[in-house]
């Protein structure tokens, strides 16, 4: 059933020459022990807004589809897409040059990967964070509010202020997931400690601060001091870059805020990140994008939906890294045994990755 929902800078980075496309880093192929691919294999994968180093969604889908490339000698074709123009004229370049698999990275691709993939039936096409009608197309899709949830929990405990905040891009799916399993997190641990944390910044569905878009700028930095403002002394910021503009809104305020990042272990992306990032709600992207591109690569493309959990640790939380002082090894417990109750289904996580 279709379901709704939606490391360092890149080695070797060189310009393709396609109409309405950026820079896009250009990959070596495999080495002469690489596997064989079938006939036809030619992955090719198209970014969202932010780019392939963006240390989130993007870089995360770029890094397992190359994995995949190298091991079956495949040379991997990047593009890279800077405005929501750019996503039908960078996938019709990519049909152009017979790609087969086509990875499209993220729910603002889906109008355009479904109508190319409608109208190539014969190419295999990986659509990252939503579901397709098309039989060609593999989504893959992630309950990323289970770990949303151990995260919402861990920061409600965290907390010494009892206000934690959140923030999103756009109103969209594959965001907001993020923050309601966040503010579940938050009103589980009230209910089982007998607390009052207040989530700010988000209510539920679009009832909550969203910057428009993906993008570091002056909007997200001020929508994250809008919430640091009433006290937070957590936040979650999902939206890819816009993590940046909280930890420069956190350094504006000279107050001792910690920040959980998305996607990525943000720790290890982003190592200037290091100082504040309490945990990171992870998105393993980069190992289901490889497990797809590697299938079609033998011929082995299946088109069923493939959905990230806890249990098949798809999704998860990363180390506490820096913060591991800081943190009452009780609640770590807590929290551990809280991510067992989730798996067996003693405790229920809503989701929108439910809903259809």
């Known amino acids: 059933m279709k379901r709704a929902i939606q490391l360092t800078a ?24 690489a596997a064989t691919a079938v006939e036809g294999f030619k992955p090719c994968i198209v970014s969202d ?24 000698g495949a040379e991997l074709t990047p593009v890279q897409s800077q405005t929501e123009t750019d996503y039908q004229p960078n996938m019709e370049s990519l049909v152009g040059q017979d790609c087969s ?92 400690k007998g607390k009052d944390v207040q989530v700010i910044g988000y209510s539920g569905g679009d009832k909550g601060s969203f910057t428009g878009k993906f993008e570091a700028n002056e909007t997200a930095k001020t929508t994250a001091q809008n919430i640091l403002d009433q006290g937070v002394d957590v936040i979650l910021p999902v939206g890819g870059p ?10 504006d305020s000279g107050k001792d805020v910690a920040l959980i990042g998305v996607d990525a272990d943000l720790y290890e992306s982003d190592p200037s990140t290091q100082p504040y990032v309490l945990t990171s709600i992870l998105k393993k992207m980069d190992v289901s994008t490889y497990e797809a591109v590697a299938s079609a690569a033998k011929g082995d493309f299946d088109a069923s939906d493939y959905i990230g959990t806890l249990e098949n640790e798809g999704v998860g939380i990363a180390p506490l890294h820096n913060f591991e002082d800081k943190v009452d090894p009780a609640l770590m417990d807590e929290v551990t045994a809280l991510q067992d109750k989730i798996i067996s289904g003693e405790v229920t996580v809503e989701s929108k990755i439910d809903e259809e």
Do not use: R
């Open 242 to 251: 816009i993590y940046q503009s909280a930890i420069a809104a956190i350094q």
């Open 101 to 192: 698999p086509i990875i499209a990275v993220g729910f603002n691709l889906s109008a355009a990967t479904e109508e190319a993939a409608t109208a190539n039936p014969d190419t295999d096409f990986i659509l990252v964070d939503q579901s397709a009608k098309a039989e060609n197309i593999k989504p893959l899709l992630y309950d990323t509010a289970q770990a949303a949830f151990l995260a919402g929990y861990l920061s409600a405990g965290y907390s010494e202020t009892g206000k934690v905040g959140t923030f999103g891009g756009q109103a969209i799916a594959t965001v907001t997931i993020f923050m309601d399993g966040f503010k579940q997190g938050v009103e589980y641990y009230n209910e089982v």
């Open 49 to 72: 807004q932010g780019g392939f180093d963006d240390k989130s969604f993007n870089q995360l889908s770029f890094e397992g589809a190359q994995k995949a490339a190298d091991e079956f």
């Open 10 to 33: 890149l080695a070797g980075v060189a310009a393709l020459a396609l109409a309405a496309c950026a820079e896009a880093p250009e990959e070596s192929g495999g080495d002469s022990s």
